[in-house]
């Protein structure tokens, strides 16, 4: 698609890190990949740190998307749990910026109400409306249906970011 850009999108975790990656040309939308970065949970924490570095590292090599999303972690009740998950996030939005890879974040209300159109939508109604928007998209796992989900938003937010500041640039828009 001409005047296209690649989003990646990036679910952190610490045993499963969901990627998807889409292309987006306006409000049209290209599936160009997704999936899986595991680790086992048997491993020391530094070993399960460098492997999803070096799989997203070698991944963003391969693909060269234009810019990456990545969702805003909830608060685990669990400090031990949620110290882990911090730490995983912290590796997924270093690995595309150490890059040159502009990093987005979102939280996850932004991203269920800009793919399914409400902020309380369950996993599988994301799955679905992400299966709607990608078609041909053979999403295998939940973790790389919310990557793509993610993109999705990050496309939808950006188109509305750059419509607003084309509008601003031209005078169609006045500030109060």
């Known amino acids: 698609m001409s005047g296209s850009v690649r989003i990646l999108g990036l679910d952190p975790g610490l045993q499963h890190t969901g990627w998807g990656l889409v292309e987006s040309s ?9 999936g ?7 491993l020391p924490l530094a070993d399960r740190l460098c ?8 991944l963003i090599e391969l693909h060269r998307p234009d810019e990456a999303a990545v969702e805003h972690t909830y608060v685990n009740k669990n400090p031990g749990a949620a110290l882990k998950l911090g730490q995983a996030r912290g590796v997924v939005l270093l690995a595309p910026a150490m890059l040159g890879v502009v990093v987005a974040e979102y ?18 109604q994301v799955q679905d409306m992400v299966r709607r928007l990608l078609p041909g998209a053979a999403i295998k796992r939940a973790d790389a249906a919310d990557a793509l989900a993610i993109a999705i938003c990050h496309a939808n937010h950006r188109s509305t970011r750059n419509a607003l500041a084309r509008g601003y640039q031209t005078g169609g828009y006045q500030t109060a």
């Open 36 to 42: 899986v970065v595991s680790t086992k949970a048997d």
């Open 107 to 124: 939280q996850a209300m932004e991203i269920k109400r800009a793919v399914v159109g409400t902020g309380h939508a369950d996993k599988i």
């Open 26 to 34: 306006g409000s049209r939308l290209r599936h160009l990949g997704d």
């Open 51 to 58: 492997i999803i570095h070096r799989a997203l590292t070698a």
